[in-house]
């Protein structure tokens, strides 16, 4: 909602098991007030903050998009690759502006499927009934990300608009 102070999280761009979505959601950029088309709405995510913690978050994604990613966990994935950017936003109260939070410092990020525990298969769903908005029709779309495996990335977090850190997700292989 243009003018609020909430948290608000875009998924960017994604590109999941060779399966790439289109960026067909508008909003509003939480900096510069410019529109701007993302994947998906972000409503949770999660990361420990470890080299070689998983980032799991959900989505509201477009119908369009759902099928893809449907199509996708109907057939045996080519691969668990996952390529994505994303941004959190969140409201500085004390310098009264929104501060990116949480995101890739170099986008995109590189990384793999986890697998889930329980059912031994990669950890992507997407919901069977719409999201919470009506229009346009969106679906919740659930994954969880382990870095690729050798290669060093980083990620920003912040705590408010004057107070970052970049912090390392996944190791660089061994020479």
């Known amino acids: 909602q243009p003018g609020g102070t909430t948290t608000i999280g875009y998924l960017v761009t994604a590109t999941i098991a060779g399966t790439t979505l289109t960026p067909d959601i508008s909003v509003t950029d939480r900096q510069s007030g410019a529109a701007t088309s993302v994947v ?18 959900t989505a509201y994604i477009s119908t369009a998009n759902r099928q893809r990613i449907q199509g996708t966990l109907q057939r045996a994935l ?27 410092a170099s ?23 719409p999201g919470p908005v009506q229009t346009p029709q969106n679906w919740a779309m659930r994954m969880s990300v382990d870095p690729q495996p050798g290669s060093a990335q980083t990620i920003r977090v912040a705590a408010s608009s004057s107070s970052s850190a970049v912090r390392m997700w996944g190791t660089q292989a061994a020479a």
């Open 40 to 57: 998906g709405v972000v409503s949770t995510d999660n990361w420990s903050g470890g080299t070689v913690d998983p980032i799991t978050m």
């Open 78 to 104: 080519p691969t668990r690759a996952v390529t994505f950017d994303f941004a959190n936003h969140n409201w500085d109260a004390v310098n009264k502006r929104y501060f990116v939070s949480f995101a890739p």
């Open 107 to 129: 986008p995109p990020l590189h990384g793999q499927l986890s697998m889930n525990s329980t059912s031994r298969q990669p950890d992507l769903s997407v919901a069977s009934t």
